[in-house]
């Protein structure tokens, strides 16, 4: 299983990522899910994998490597040379497409799916940060400000704090937080999603730094969130009146 | 779609089931899922279902009607007469398998599901309450104290406050509050689980009484609940500190 978020408000661009795959439960692993795909002084992209790992290893390499141009005679086309976020969702798109079409065939007849989805997030040039969601037929939609969070992979338990608490003016640090709850929500309800949590945050101000860190099992201040925001809720659940049709218990 | 909870406690019984029923977005209607299987001096059953609605209701008519007996010498077999809450688990379970074996080979071809699950709860004697998850199959699960609820339909938006708020020693006013909440955040993030909602509460002590009630859409209490609950979630946000590795937002 795996459990990605991205976020794309006023303040700039949050993607995370658990790092637990599993083939049943007795076969656990931990892989890298949120990846750097261009890292140059004129462009930041980002991309967090849904799926099997087998797939999306692929495209990864894939786009590291770059894709065949459409003519076989201009060279690779490569998201190092992209010049918006737009055309580099589109090569995305296509490496999601190139990969599944070769692999299928293969895997169909073991009844695996190649089923892919994928966050892609970042920054080109002087462009605003933006966020993509990739689908697994290589089509592609933008993260607009009414509905300023994308979610793949194990999505629900983590989503209600999300629908209560965040809006596009939501500072980093609160959306920062509001991840980890939502991260903290779903590993409490599915093994299959764990720490370690890699984490990239992407100031919309590009004179401030993109943050990337790894959010480890035993990380104090995730405990620390976790234990607090049980208090609170058991707090704010006895602070709400009980219902008047039932005598007091 | 459907969401139904019931909750298993040291102070007794709760059960709860949204009303709304969908055959795509633009076909809804409101259909009762929590129903009342026997009401008598000695006994009260309660079952709530999830599944197609032509297959539930067949199963209900089946338990209103009486399942035939084995030889069919002995007429017939009913909830009214069951010795236990495990018997009556058994004949639910037995009604499932009927209708579903009936069902089958008409809906099949059209890739109708029949699959349904039902939670069964209730008293028969001087039995405590007891709560049974009925599985498509026929077969079931009895709740214990460990685990103090079941869901069927849509579960994970509403669990997470449930795993955090819930253990077998939450009094029922508390344990009525948290299950409102699970209904709140599944309502707000599936269009397919709706108000009314419908609720029974059995007191272990059976000198009190049942209560029964629908929730309207309009409901009063509900309304402050849901809007309590999210300024306590926002405060308790604010509360926990920012991550140390960002700077101030």
Same mark, same amino acid.
């Given at each position: 299983?795996?459990? #990605?978020?991205?976020?794309?408000?006023?303040?700039?661009?949050?993607?995370?990522?658990?790092t637990? $795959?599993?083939?049943?439960?007795?076969?656990?692993?931990?892989?890298?899910?949120?990846?750097?795909?261009?890292?140059? =002084?004129?462009?930041?992209?980002?991309? #967090?994998? %849904?799926?099997?790992?087998?797939?999306?290893?692929?495209v990864?390499?894939?786009?590291?490597?770059?894709? =065949?141009? /459409? !003519?076989?005679? !201009?060279?690779?086309? /490569?998201?190092?040379?992209?010049?918006?976020?737009?055309?580099?969702a /589109?090569?995305v798109?296509? +490496? *999601?497409?190139?990969?599944?079409? +070769?692999?299928?065939?293969?895997?169909? @007849? /073991?009844?695996?799916?190649?089923s892919?989805?994928?966050?892609?997030? &970042?920054r *080109?040039?002087?462009?605003? =940060?933006?966020?993509?969601?990739?689908? %697994?037929?290589g089509?592609?939609?933008? #993260?607009? =400000?009414?509905?300023?969070?994308?979610?793949? &992979?194990? $999505?629900?338990?983590?989503? @209600?704090?999300?629908?209560?608490?965040?809006? #596009?003016? $939501? @500072?980093?640090?609160?959306?920062?937080?509001?991840?980890?709850? %939502?991260?903290d929500?779903?590993?409490? %309800?599915?093994?299959?999603? +764990?720490?370690?949590?890699?984490?990239?945050?992407?100031?919309?101000?590009?004179?401030?730094?993109?943050?990337t860190?790894?959010?480890?099992?035993?990380?104090?201040y995730?405990?620390?969130?976790?234990?607090?925001?049980?208090?609170?809720? +058991?707090?704010?659940?006895? $602070?709400i009146?009980?219902?008047?049709?039932?005598?007091?218990?």
């Amino acid at each position: 299983m795996t459990y #990605c978020l991205g976020m794309l408000l006023d303040a700039g661009l949050v993607m995370m990522a658990d790092t637990r $795959t599993n083939a049943g439960v007795d076969n656990f692993s931990c892989y890298r899910k949120l990846h750097t795909l261009a890292e140059a =002084p004129d462009r930041q992209i980002f991309a #967090c994998t %849904s799926g099997s790992l087998s797939v999306t290893q692929s495209v990864i390499g894939l786009l590291n490597e770059g894709l =065949p141009s /459409h !003519d076989g005679t !201009d060279g690779i086309r /490569h998201l190092d040379s992209v010049p918006t976020m737009f055309r580099a969702a /589109h090569l995305v798109g296509e +490496a *999601v497409q190139v990969v599944r079409n +070769a692999m299928d065939p293969a895997l169909a @007849p /073991h009844d695996i799916s190649t089923s892919v989805s994928l966050l892609l997030g &970042g920054r *080109v040039g002087t462009e605003a =940060p933006r966020l993509f969601l990739i689908y %697994s037929a290589g089509n592609f939609i933008e #993260c607009q =400000p009414e509905s300023p969070f994308f979610q793949i &992979g194990e $999505t629900k338990y983590g989503r @209600p704090i999300l629908d209560r608490g965040l809006n #596009c003016m $939501t @500072p980093l640090p609160l959306a920062v937080k509001l991840a980890f709850l %939502s991260f903290d929500s779903t590993m409490r %309800s599915n093994l299959g999603v +764990a720490r370690p949590i890699d984490l990239m945050v992407m100031p919309k101000d590009n004179r401030q730094p993109v943050l990337t860190r790894r959010i480890q099992p035993d990380d104090t201040y995730f405990n620390e969130l976790s234990l607090e925001w049980a208090k609170a809720l +058991a707090k704010a659940a006895l $602070t709400i009146p009980n219902p008047p049709f039932l005598p007091e218990g």
